[in-house]
């Protein structure tokens, strides 16, 4: 099966430092094959017929190996490939904020019928789109949307989850 890694706050100013060489070690020596990393935040894809807890695998390992604390997300590229067919028409810089875990619905529903003015929200229990009107200026910020939800969640570009599934 084929899966696909997002790390949060990977290579962000001068913090959590990660070569994406060794990103690719370390998915390997977990035991993973045909591992191909995407852009230089964190994002790979891998083909992996284990069971088990990819995501805590991923997470000890980074901590382990490279001092490394920072949350991961690994979906089954199916649902990527949902996510990005998923993607609203919206104004502006838009971006596809992933969802670690489920938010509660009462949580996901206040959210996406707050005013977040200019910018433009849609969304799913997997993930919330964002239309930035005015991204330089924007109050919506991660922080923002996870403390909202009660949950982690990583923002990348529909593009380059669309570059994350070409083969």
């Known amino acids: 099966m084929r ?6 706050a990977v290579n962000v100013g001068t913090r959590n430092r990660l070569a994406m060489a ?3 070690d370390l998915l390997e020596q977990l035991g993973h094959t ?3 990393t995407v852009l230089n935040s964190g994002n790979a894809v891998f083909t992996s017929n284990r069971g088990g807890d990819l995501t805590a695998e991923v997470e000890h390992g980074l901590r382990e190996r490279f001092r490394i604390d920072v949350r991961a997300c690994v979906l089954p590229d199916h649902e990527v490939r949902a996510l990005v067919d998923a993607v609203p028409d ?3 810089y838009v ?3 992933v969802l670690f875990e489920r938010p509660p619905a009462a949580a996901l529903a206040s959210f996406l019928a707050s005013d977040v003015s200019p910018e433009v929200v849609a969304g799913n229990e997997r993930a919330v789109f964002i239309g930035y009107v005015d991204a330089g ?3 919506l910020t991660n922080a923002r949307l996870e403390s909202a939800l009660g949950v982690s969640s990583t923002a990348r570009t529909p ?3 669309r570059k994350l599934l070409a083969d």
């Open 3 to 8: 899966w696909v890694l997002l790390l949060r």
């Open 22 to 24: 060794d990103l690719r």
């Open 34 to 36: 045909d591992v191909r």
């Open 90 to 92: 919206l104004p502006g």
């Open 95 to 97: 971006v596809c904020s």
């Open 137 to 139: 200026r924007t109050k």
């Open 159 to 161: 593009a380059t989850l």
